[in-house]
T-cell receptor
């Protein structure tokens, strides 16, 4: 059984740029949720994708967008990067959007 | 609305002594509650989950948590701390709506002194 994987591990961007983060869900899972974890804080829910459709969204602006593909992998896109977007971005997969979610190792984004 | 409050930002124990990490929750209905652990530069690992089947929940690595509705608490315990337990611990509640997204506490950093 393959766990949740994310790429890249680290990323450095400058303010105003755009970034795409990728996540492969655990084998057999059809739901991917994305979370932002700022330094010293707990993760915050960004949005969830279930069977290629957005299935819930947290309090994040529209410049945070996502996709889910037929193989249930997912992308998180952030446009017009701001300094406050610097964080660890975590994705989690689950089956049929149950609340038992399994997390990937995260992508550390630094915005300069 | 669902939320959790972790009462200690940092807990320090000696190796071999008991661990207690405190969490209070707020929920409009019977909650699903979790504890996750995050080791440095690692993702989150699920320790245990409460779903109302039993108030005492056993998790991995010798951890357990007790759900107390009257106190709205879900404290995490372990009888004997090991050096490898040093990490950040998050108490989490599910919103139990369509997305079942998770609300995390602010975390408790556990230090284990040799």
């Amino acid at each position: 059984e393959t766990g949740v994987t994310q790429s890249p591990t680290h990323l450095i961007k400058t303010r105003g740029q755009q970034v795409t983060l990728r996540c492969s869900s655990q084998s057999g899972h059809n739901t991917v949720s994305w979370y932002q974890q700022a330094l010293g804080q707990g993760p915050q829910f960004i949005f969830q994708y279930y069977r290629e459709e957005e299935n819930g969204r947290g309090n994040f602006p529209p410049r945070f967008s996502g996709l889910q593909f037929p193989n249930y992998s997912s992308e998180l896109n952030v446009n017009a990067l701001e300094l406050d977007d610097s964080a660890l971005y975590l994705c989690a997969s689950s089956l049929d959007h149950t609340d038992t979610q399994y997390f990937g190792p995260g992508t550390r984004l630094t915005v300069l | 609305a669902q939320s959790v409050t972790q009462l200690d930002s940092h807990v320090s124990v000696s190796e071999g002594t008991p661990v207690l990490l405190r969490c209070n929750y707020s929920s409009s209905y019977s909650p699903s509650l979790f504890w996750y652990v995050q080791h440095p530069n690692k993702g989150l690992q699920l320790l245990l989950k409460y779903t109302s089947a039993a108030t005492l929940v056993k998790g991995i690595n010798g951890f357990e948590a007790e759900f107390k509705k009257s106190e709205t608490s879900f404290h995490l315990t372990k009888p004997s701390a090991h050096m490898s337990d040093a990490a950040e611990y998050f108490c989490v509640v599910s919103d139990q709506t369509g997305a079942n997204n998770l609300f995390f506490g602010t975390g408790t950093r556990l230090t284990v002194i040799p």
